[in-house]
């Protein structure tokens, strides 16, 4: 029974190892394959072409996309902030950036009604200089996935720009090269394989944000509707498009794991 | 024509530990700084090189300030013409060889900058090399591409932090052949930062030795190596350092033959001996030792627990030996003594 490897490992993982790990995977296994075989392959095509379906596609990749955007253009500045400048009160300001993965989605979105709602300390102002009102329309959704994904790029560049050697960046100082070439040329291709992976985990949170969306922002069909919003709208009604619309949304996501497998393992 | 480098290197660092050194390396000269790990070279380093501002002191670079707190003026790395060869190399993983030496080049026409880089890709023989990654050098090869990277960069002042360290004996001895050459085509100062006094002796023109932040000594590698000031110095870079040509073990310096229990390398060579590793008898001893001969006492220093004895003929040998023993064999200068070294002691170190 106990025959082993000359390395020492044995021939045979234990049965119980297996069995756990069988079950685990069956974990995820199981609910796809429900959806699987409630799919109605035969309307499938009719059922993806319908508005439902094609205005929440529109709305979550517009939603994603845009706070992937915002994630990378303010969210690498923070973590660079985060990482390489000791200010007073860092901790406590790490903690602000990371307080939207711990709290329900649905707080956040609470939050957000309060701060920039109509009534809001600056929905209020902000509506009363420009008209401009953004719970209920597609600026709400996109900044409310952005509250909840931008901390996934941030935490992930942060740890980058914190493990990398700082010497890369003296030795190419003393090449004459100044902050910005330094940063440009040393800094972010170095942190490229962090900063991908970052911004592929802030979009994929994005498009799949349900509660802070729907407090912030609604569900408003071809305005705010998400594909999230969607499934859980069509629960209730329409199961057949419920499950067109969750099929589209494991179909893009097992495109982006499959498409960004190859490199991100090259890469790191 | 680069200038000469004044500086005074005041560095307080958090630990309670301080840099506090005086410096003046003039045009085609190098200069070694040569001590342990921890005594403050690297602080030097990084000073010199702007990626630490001085507390105190002064950095003067061919007739300019690079920094001076008292008069708060700082020249940041950036702008300095300072080139620094890393221990490790340092080489931008991501970028090619080529991209790497000509990082720095970034001056005049772009046909300029492409003549430049391959100018120092030919000078240092990485004609092969320029597509591959760093992590894909040996390294001596990572370590010619970082030499080019920062001569290519054209810097006033060169700063060479343990250059050799991170090398393997044999790419070792390669690579300093190609530091040798390279630094006497620089026209600027050079330093050179090291805990080898090997290196030191054979790349320096002047030795600064450093212990705790301190210079305890200068002086050529001849005065450090027969007149060590501490026994610390004694202990470092005291050591017989003797060159002569090698076969098989046999190692001739100047018609005496020593036996070395190396059989490798051969050719040009330099024989090391530890001088405590050097007995000494008043009567021809009777053993093992391979290397026995009679001579004279040309010298007695003190050193606290410690006397070393000189002896000229037929080789220029310091013996380290205790007090007691100094005592039991009578020992003064002009004594006829019995000098053995054992076979084992006698290292052989390729030139």
Known sequence: MSRRRSDG????????????????LAWFVVPLVGLLARTP?????????????????????IASLGAAAISLVLGVPLAWLLARVDFPGRSIVRGLVLLPLV??????GAALL??????GFIGEPLNDATGLVLPFSIWGVVIAVTFVAMPFLV??????????????ESAAATLGAGRWRVLRRVTLPMIAPSLAAGLVLAWARALGEFGATITFAGNLQGRTQTLPLAVFAALETDRDTAVALSLVMVAISLIVLVGLRDRWWRMR | MSGALQAHLVVQRDEGFSLDIPLTIEPEQTVALLGPNGAGKTTAVTALAGLTPLDGGSINLDGKVLDDPATKTFVPAEDRAVGVVFQD?????????????????????????????????????????????PADLSGGEAQRVALARALASEPDLLLLDEPLSALDATSRVQMRHTLADH??????????ITHDPTEAFLLADQIHIIEGGRITQVGTAEDIRLRPRTRFVADLAGANLLPGTASRGDVV??????????????????????????????????????NTWQTTITRVEHYGDRVRLQTSVPLPLTAEVTPEAVAALDLSEGSVVWISIKATEIGIEAQ
């Open chain 1, 114 to 119: 309060f701060a920039l709602g109509r009534r």
């Open chain 2, 253 to 290: 310096i100047g018609g005496h033959t020593l036996h070395s229990a190396e059989r490798e390398p051969t050719g040009q060579v330099l024989a090391t001996i530890h001088p405590r590793a050097i007995a000494v008898h008043r009567n021809h001893p009777e053993g093992s030792p391979r």
């Open chain 2, 183 to 192: 630094l006497a085509q620089f026209a600027g100062p050079r330093l050179l």
């Open chain 1, 9 to 24: 490992t044995p021939t045979r993982p234990p049965v119980i190892l297996i069995v756990l790990g069988l079950i685990g």
């Open chain 1, 41 to 61: 392959w035969s309307q499938l095509d009719s059922l993806l072409s319908s508005e439902l379906v094609t205005e929440a596609l529109r709305v979550s990749l």
């Open chain 1, 103 to 108: 709290i329900p989605p649905v707080v956040g």
């Open chain 2, 89 to 133: 190399q340092v080489l931008f993983p991501h970028m090619t060889v080529a991209d790497n030496v000509g990082f720095g080049l970034h001056h005049g026409s772009r046909t300029a900058t492409r003549q430049g880089l391959k100018g120092w890709i030919e000078r240092l023989e990485l004609g092969a090399l320029v597509d591959r990654r």
């Open chain 1, 155 to 168: 935490i992930t560049v942060e740890g980058a720009l914190r493990n990398l050697d700082p010497r890369f």
